[in-house]
């Protein structure tokens, strides 16, 4: 067969495939596909839009779909606060913190767990998994932070949280299925677990590690409940719990400066949903610029397993 022949049957080949019929469940589907990602994508561009409406162009439309109005009194007023910098600082705190604990602490207990010549292996796994089905409840988990001393402290929305149990297992069966082959040759070379792990386990793992480190950050960045249980003070309060006061009660959280600000609003130019939206935004964009970075990470890591021998 000449390359002319073989280009001709190609090309004919792929004018075959475009004047295929398209099957209506394939039309069904996308149609279905692009409801879905809008219903998915309105509350955030409903929130963005709202952040920088006034309030007269609000107050007009009984739906506010099309931004009529562009202002942007609502962030400079939230940024302008400097209850809300605090709160971002502990936040970006707490998730870096966090991130790096829960990592270092998973990737070496999932390890551990994948050699199956550790001790009572079996017996730490079924440890591992009752804490999954099973807690002490509330009451116990209090008196707990309580006896560590981590009542109004930061690293009470670090420390207990640090451990995933679902993750370490994942980590842990991933692990399980690396090629026994480099392993082996590790060992025979003079290398340790430690060394093995930091030289060949981690290297051909980032991608695994850097979905893995996405989901702690996600988490992280959105700690609410620890803080609100075990947090009073104000100065340790995280975004979210500045977050969630601002959309209950914004004279609460926001400082004395940025309230006399609102007030001198008389012409009501500064809607005070356009500041609860502006805040939601502002919080919400640091994590998101994160996943472009790790995008190519996460496609190959959140296929668990690819690693064979």
Same mark, same amino acid.
């Given at each position: ?10 090309v004919k080949a792929k004018r075959i495939r475009i004047k295929k019929k398209v099957k209506p469940f394939d039309v069904v589907a996308i149609i279905i596909l692009v409801l879905l990602g809008l219903v998915v994508l309105f509350p955030f561009y409903n929130v963005v839009i709202v ?13 506010? %779909? &099309? !931004?009529? =109005?562009?202002?942007?009194? @609502?962030?400079?007023? #939230?940024?302008?606060?400097? /209850?809300? $910098? ?114 060949? %386990? &981690? !290297?051909? =793992?980032?991608?695994?590690? @850097?979905?893995?480190? #996405?989901?702690?950050?996600? /988490?992280? $960045? ?16 995280p975004l979210q719990i500045y977050l969630r006061n601002l959309l209950i009660a914004y004279n609460s959280t926001l400082s004395s400066n940025a309230l006399t600000q609102v007030e001198r609003n008389i012409d009501n130019t500064l809607y005070f949903p356009s500041l609860q939206m ?32």
């Amino acid at each position: 067969m000449t390359a002319d022949t073989f280009v001709h049957k190609e090309v004919k080949a792929k004018r075959i495939r475009i004047k295929k019929k398209v099957k209506p469940f394939d039309v069904v589907a996308i149609i279905i596909l692009v409801l879905l990602g809008l219903v998915v994508l309105f509350p955030f561009y409903n929130v963005v839009i709202v952040s920088f409406a006034r309030y007269s162009s609000i107050a007009k439309a009984k739906l506010y %779909i &099309l !931004p009529t =109005s562009f202002q942007l009194k @609502a962030y400079s007023t #939230l940024l302008e606060d400097s /209850e809300f $910098w605090r709160a971002f600082g502990n936040t970006v705190f707490i998730t870096v913190a966090g991130v790096s604990l829960s990592m270092l602490i998973s990737v070496a207990g999932a390890y551990a767990l994948s050699v199956k010549s550790l001790p009572f292996r079996d017996f730490f796994l079924t440890l591992i998994l009752f804490t999954m089905f099973f807690g002490g409840g509330l009451i116990p988990y209090y008196l707990q932070m309580k006896n560590l001393h981590l009542i109004d402290s930061i690293f009470v929305m670090v420390i207990p949280t640090c451990i995933n149990t679902t993750y370490i297992i994942i980590m842990k069966n991933y692990f399980v299925n690396m090629p026994i082959s480099l392993i082996e040759s590790a060992r025979l070379d003079g290398a340790n677990d430690i060394t093995i792990l930091r030289r060949i %386990i &981690l !290297p051909i =793992s980032k991608p695994f590690m @850097a979905t893995f480190a #996405l989901f702690y950050a996600v /988490e992280r $960045w959105n700690e609410w409940w620890n803080a609100q249980m075990f947090i009073s003070k104000s100065r340790l309060a995280p975004l979210q719990i500045y977050l969630r006061n601002l959309l209950i009660a914004y004279n609460s959280t926001l400082s004395s400066n940025a309230l006399t600000q609102v007030e001198r609003n008389i012409d009501n130019t500064l809607y005070f949903p356009s500041l609860q939206m502006a805040a939601v935004v502002v919080s919400s964009v640091p994590i998101l610029m994160v996943y472009p970075y790790l995008q190519k990470h996460f496609t190959k890591g959140i296929l668990v397993g690819a690693v064979k021998e």
